[in-house]
């Protein structure tokens, strides 16, 4: 149902991307509950959405992921 990927944009930030299908027999506010749950719970947002001519729903969805960048010096 889900796969996720990653891609780097800038420097120490990772955007971490879900993309679903959803059938085309859920309804409107099933699907809004759905994604508005994962947004809460998970931190992810909507990127996109595609509803295709047979009414399957296929959404991207993304997060942020930052990374602590290592520091140059240590104090011993």
Same mark, same amino acid.
């Given at each position: 149902?889900? !796969?996720? !990927?990653?891609? !780097? $944009?800038? #420097? +120490?930030? *990772? @955007? *971490? %991307?879900? +993309?679903?299908? =959803? ?5 409107? +506010?099933? &699907?809004?509950? =759905?994604?508005? *749950? ?5 931190? @992810?947002? =909507?990127?996109? &959405?595609?509803?295709? !001519?047979?009414?399957? #729903?296929?959404?991207? =969805? ?6 602590? /960048? #290592? /520091? *140059? $010096? %240590? %104090?011993?």
């Amino acid at each position: 149902m889900a !796969a996720t !990927a990653r891609k !780097a $944009f800038r #420097r +120490n930030v *990772e @955007w *971490e %991307y879900d +993309n679903l299908t =959803l059938s085309s027999e859920l309804s409107r +506010n099933v &699907v809004t509950r =759905l994604l508005v *749950e994962r947004a809460e719970q998970g931190g @992810w947002e =909507l990127r996109s &959405v595609r509803i295709g !001519a047979d009414g399957v #729903r296929r959404v991207i =969805l993304r997060r942020k992921i930052i990374r602590q /960048p #290592r /520091p *140059e $010096f %240590y %104090y011993v």
